[in-house]
């Protein structure tokens, strides 16, 4: 290959890893977990009490996420929230 070439092709594959950094970036900003904020869900469901929400019987079922947004884990919970003038317990089986 001509010298000329060599440093063209070189440029372009630059130029390629750029734009593909560029893209994860835009992606990881704007359409993952991290463009999430708490303020987005402001005033979107009712006032949450928490000696109101968590107590009694509970049962919870969660999912865990992994770095890349993918679901990592699922759980199922038992639980039991009781509380008193000095605070409350959350036992978990």
């Not at 949450?48 to 107590?55: E, I, K, V």
Request: aromatic share 8%.
């Amino acid at each position: 290959m001509p010298d000329g070439l060599i440093g063209l092709v070189a440029k372009a594959a630059l130029g390629v890893a750029l734009l593909a950094l560029v893209l994860v970036v835009i992606h990881r900003l704007f359409f993952s977990f991290m463009s999430q904020a708490p303020g987005d869900y402001a005033d979107t469901g009712p006032a949450f009490d928490l000696r109101q929400t968590l107590n009694g019987p509970l049962i919870a079922n969660g999912v865990i996420y992994g770095p890349t947004g993918r679901v990592a884990a699922r759980f199922v919970a038992d639980m039991e929230g009781r509380w008193n003038a000095e605070g409350g317990t959350l036992a978990e089986s």
